[in-house]
């Protein structure tokens, strides 16, 4: 069988970290006998400039007929400062979710011990933190409508919404991941002010007694934001609704101090999506700088969560771990040190994996 | 001229540290020959059981004629596990918010030298933070409507709702307290997926002209909630919407390590409420144990918030520092020395200003 592979390398420095992760996969293949089929397609700001969609028909038909998607990165400081302009890579992004039913974005949170020293966070507090950040992403406030302005323009309004059915499926998802893992799931809502959230709850304790195994607890986002920063080692498993998983998420991800080391999956009805947490960094675009390890990682991702193939998975962490442990590493995490380039660093990966 | 200022202790350690506020107040009013009338009202859990209802219409007259609120804290136990139960403290707090138009909660975010080790952030990244955080508090999603289920359950919905005179009247508080501080005001919204967020943004860029010596900057969400923990510095004040404001302005006060110390105000039309961000921590209710500083620095922003009173302030502000620098301190900053108890703190910083 040949697995086909979407690659959506976008905007900044995605086509770079997108080619050392197919480096990677690459030496995988090899080293295991699998195949893989990579066809590219556009996304993002150069999918506006190109053809003035972010997210093409044919980009979608490619993802629809692919096995994963590996993605880069998408957006451009020309969109930045004017989020009302028509069309917007954002779009794209959005657009790409709910088609492909992207429900559900995990995120894991975890640290590495050569670079804790970079957390925000006293090293305490962070050493040995590992937790799942698992987010709705295709309900709620991102696509509730109505949304829009009032006829003289002098009112606004979005509107969230969530059906049962979406709030079990990811709840479900949540405590099956708990139960690979510490048992433990937190519920983030904010059941004590809003209507969508309160369903949340009823359906986590509808569901919950199917997992008798796993504990559960309910916590509101207010005290989740504080918690993820005063005792993030207390979380394994957290589920949250699209809104508070962007916010949260994003807050989670500077515990471990390298946005660079971060990847991500989209787990969706007609496909899965992989991706580095961090944007397109535009400053450093076709400079052959940026950290790959994100994408790379998203990659090992792509390996367990959507072909199950766990070893796999594992030589790409430990080719990771490696690649630390020996100081190969791009300026953003080497500390004054020699650093490696974004191609040597991918290069250095296939090797080891080979 | 007799200021009347309404007591809201409320419950749990509510009663204790008020207890304490006044006692500050007392001494600073004797000192500088200000005349202070208390009248006490019920609020909370406390007022459900004695009335039926956490914010009875009694006490709502009063802070109506009141010149600012004093509040304790709110919340109990028996509430915690049932976010639909019919009757809830909380929905006391909103309905206070709503008819008293507490539009802005501001939240001063800042460290005391001598707690800063408690802080879960590294010490070169928190010391000198000082920003001042405002959240909308009336309106937003806490507030619109349409709220609640489809007829046949499946399907819950909660509304986010902004009016331009809403958004003005918020971003030029922002504007105008940046004026009285470092001149910067950081606008955060989701103006990328929110048509309330755009609207906010396009009021920012319609007022901004007006304050040309403000440094006005626009953040989206999730970007803040990785600002507020990498660089806290970087704030001077932060103004946004309600929902956002409850998750940043929770994650913001962790940084200081010492959430027993922190106050704030909520300016309204009718009046002014000035409480600690702290909850009622029933586990120290009646044990004389609780920290009251919070609740006393809150009755400093009374003094200069509601009655312009800046002298009267400041000598609060000096006392709590004074009490830190003697050791004068509850046990939840004693860090292992001897402890005080509530009601010595209180003695102590009354003591100090007469
Ligand atoms: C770009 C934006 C629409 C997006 C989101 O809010 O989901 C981003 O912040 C993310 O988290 O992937
Ligand atoms: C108790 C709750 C309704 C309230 C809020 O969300 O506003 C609280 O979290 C706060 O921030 O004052």
Redesign the pocket.
């Known amino acids: 069988m040949t697995y086909k592979i979407a690659v959506l390398a976008g905007d900044g420095i995605g086509p770079e970290i997108v080619e050392q992760a197919k480096k990677v996969c690459n030496a995988i293949t090899k080293k295991f006998g699998h195949k893989f089929e990579y066809t590219e397609a556009l996304v993002g700001a150069t999918a506006i400039d190109q053809v003035g969609d972010p997210y093409p028909a044919e980009t979608h038909e490619l993802c629809m007929n692919s096995d994963a998607v590996l993605f880069g990165a998408i957006g451009h400081p020309k969109f930045d400062n004017d989020p009302s302009a028509k069309v917007r890579p954002e779009q794209g992004l959005l657009k790409m979710r709910k088609t492909l039913g992207l429900y559900a974005n995990l995120r894991p949170v975890n640290t590495f011990k050569s670079l804790i020293h970079k957390s925000p966070l006293k090293t305490e507090l962070v050493d040995g933190a590992d937790f799942m950040c698992i987010r709705e992403l295709t309900g709620g406030i991102y696509f509730g409508r109505p949304q829009g302005r009032s006829e003289d323009g002098q009112t606004a309004y979005d509107s969230c919404v969530y059906t049962a059915e979406e709030i079990e499926r990811i709840i479900r998802l949540g405590f099956e991941y708990a139960g690979k893992r510490r048992k433990k799931l937190t519920i983030v809502d904010?059941a004590?002010?809003l209507a969508t959230s309160r369903l949340w709850r009823e359906i986590g304790q509808k569901v919950a007694p199917d997992y008798p195994d796993i504990e559960v607890e309910y916590m509101?986002v207010?005290n989740a934001a504080m918690q993820i920063i005063t005792w993030p080692k207390r979380f394994d498993v957290m589920v949250t609704e699209n809104m508070f998983g962007d916010i949260l998420t994003d807050e989670a991800s500077v515990i471990s101090g390298s946005m660079g080391m971060l990847p991500s999956a989209s787990i969706g009805v007609h496909t899965s999506v992989f991706e580095p947490i961090h944007g397109s960094y535009p400053q450093a675009a076709g400079k052959n700088i940026a950290n790959p390890c994100a994408t790379v990682l998203s990659a090992a991702m792509m390996f367990e969560y959507a072909f199950g193939m766990m070893k796999e998975g594992a030589l790409i962490r430990e080719a990771v771990d490696q690649s630390l442990e020996a100081g190969v590493v791009t300026e953003d995490i080497a500390d004054g040190k020699k650093a490696y380039s974004t191609s040597e660093v991918g290069d250095w990966l296939a090797e080891y994996i080979e």
């Open positions: 904010k004590n002010v509101f207010d």
